[in-house]
């Protein structure tokens, strides 16, 4: 019997997002929705993570959520939920500032949660759902 669109699991990699630091895909796709991998502030050209604060830690985050959607074929805009980890919850605030640049009118539902501490040490980390384009 051939796999319907409900029962198919699609990993989703592309070399636009930078490459997962542990056992782990970039995004599933199923059931019509794409789960996005925890994303941290690495610059996929090189691995590394970026220079700068909370702001350029948010910002390189964000573009590598959407990096891995546009390979998915979805967009920001089909973003369903984020969850946002943050080191301190100082960084609230200014998170929130670069956040709303890329969530400007009916953003998704939303956890931001403080952690004491994030993969090669990067100030945030966010991970997302969002519908497949249609």
């Keep these: 019997m051939a796999a319907s669109s409900v029962d198919t699991r699609l990993v989703i990699s592309t070399r636009r997002g930078p490459a997962a630091v542990g056992p782990y895909s970039q995004a599933i796709k199923a059931l019509g929705l794409i789960f996005v991998s925890g994303q941290i502030a690495l610059d996929p050209r090189n691995q590394q993570l970026v220079e700068g604060g909370i702001e350029a830690h948010t910002e390189r985050a964000i573009q590598n959520v959407e990096a ?67």
């Design 68 to 134: 891995i959607l546009i390979e998915a074929g979805s967009d920001l805009s089909h973003v369903v939920r984020c969850i946002l980890y943050l080191t301190t919850m100082d960084h609230f605030a200014a998170a929130n500032d670069v956040y709303r640049r890329y969530f400007q009118s009916d953003p998704p539902a939303r956890t931001t949660v403080a952690v004491s501490a994030l993969p090669r040490n990067s100030l945030v980390e966010i991970e997302a759902t969002a519908l497949v384009r249609t």
